[in-house]
């Protein structure tokens, strides 16, 4: 079986690029022209002219920009929510950004079918919601985030702990099988189930 492969398909999105101008050489009188580059963060697109011209342009574009246009009030402004591209993935802000920061996470909107929320015990007034990092780990913090900045990496489970009090135990998973933990970093007191 022979099969002949058309190295024309490989090149054909950098030899879209040739032709490019760079907006910043345009805008000064000169002839610069965008290439493909690599850097330690992947590719981008930079002008031929570098180090005169110093114009760079990501390939993906996770700036934050609107996919769509929700139709739902915004809980802080009334403004219209919308549906981000980020750097981190997607997630669900306020149309009116920068003058109103209200964000919601995709898992916020699943969070409705999960068990009742456990209260932060730092703050008393939030509720711990599972996040994700940018890595995909997921932790568990306050929804009053940025006033209040409590988090644990392990499944928080209502409770107190019996040598401290702290209002919050987690499950750590160890050989044995799952423990109960004080979530206060200082005590991690082990206790039964």
Not at 31 to 37: D, F, I, P
């Given at each position: 079986m022979s099969s002949k492969i058309d190295n024309q398909l490989f090149s054909a999105h950098e030899h879209a690029l040739e032709h490019e101008p760079c907006?910043?050489?345009?805008?000064?009188?000169?002839?610069?022209?965008?290439?493909?580059?690599?850097?330690?963060?992947g590719a981008f697109l930079g002008c031929n002219q570098y180090p005169d011209c110093d114009y760079i342009r990501p390939l993906h574009q996770n700036d934050g920009h609107i996919v769509k246009h929700l139709g739902v009030a915004c809980p802080a402004c009334q403004h219209e929510l919308v549906l981000r591209q980020g750097r981190y993935g997607m997630f669900i802000g306020c149309s009116d950004f920068p003058n109103c920061h209200h964000i919601?996470?995709?898992s916020d909107q699943q969070d409705e079918q999960a068990p009742a929320a456990i209260a932060c015990p730092e703050c008393g007034k939030g509720h711990l919601v599972e996040r994700k990092t940018r890595h995909g780990k997921s932790f568990y913090a306050c929804d009053a985030y940025p006033?209040?900045?409590?988090?644990?990496?392990?499944?928080?489970?209502?409770?107190?702990?019996?040598?401290c009090g702290f209002g919050l135990l987690?499950?750590?998973?160890?050989?044995?099988g799952n423990v109960l933990m004080c979530a206060d970093k200082k005590c991690q007191h082990q206790q039964q189930g």
């Open positions: 907006p910043k050489c345009v805008e000064h009188g000169r002839s610069g022209a965008l290439e493909l580059r690599n850097g330690k963060h919601e996470s995709l006033k209040c900045r409590f988090a644990v990496n392990q499944t928080p489970v209502a409770g107190c702990c019996e040598k987690v499950s750590k998973k160890r050989a044995a």
